[in-house]
C-alpha cells in the first residue's frame, strides 16, 4: 500500500521559510518521479513540481515558486523534500507530496502553510 506522510508546515511570515517533508513507503520509491501539488482554498488541486527517480532532473509547472521553491530527495530515506524561501501570503495552502509524474493518484494527507503578518 502506498503511504505518504507529510510534515513540515506551519504558519510563517511573508518572507519566511519552511522546509516540508514526505516520508514514503509501500512502494520502490528510489524508481519513481515524486511531485509536490497545492491546494489554497476554494481553489482547485495544483500541481507545482516534479523531481525524477535520482534527483536530477527538475520539471516545474507553477513559474510563480521558480527560484523560491527548491525539490529534493534522498532516497536512502525515502524522503522528498520541498523547501520553500521567500513566502508570501498567495503561497498559503495545504501542500501534498504524490508518487509520480504531475500525478495525484497517490498523494498524502497534506500538510498545512499559512503565511500571514
Known amino acids: 500500500e502506498v503511504q505518504l506522510a507529510e510534515s513540515g508546515g506551519g504558519l510563517v511570515q511573508p518572507g519566511g521559510s519552511l522546509r516540508l517533508s514526505c516520508v514514503a513507503s509501500?512502494?520502490?520509491?528510489?524508481?519513481?518521479?515524486m511531485s509536490w501539488f497545492r491546494q489554497a482554498p476554494g481553489q482547485e488541486l495544483e500541481w507545482l513540481l516534479s523531481i525524477n527517480a535520482d534527483g536530477k532532473n527538475i520539471i516545474w509547472h507553477v513559474a510563480s515558486v521558480k527560484g523560491r521553491f527548491t525539490i529534493s530527495r534522498d532516497n536512502a530515506k525515502n524522503t522528498l523534500y520541498l523547501q520553500l524561501d521567500s513566502l508570501k501570503t498567495e503561497d498559503t495552502a495545504m501542500y501534498y507530496c504524490a508518487k509520480g509524474y504531475r500525478d495525484r493518484t497517490f498523494r498524502g494527507q497534506g500538510t498545512q502553510v499559512t503565511v500571514s503578518s
Open positions: 509501500g512502494f520502490t520509491f528510489s524508481n519513481n518521479f
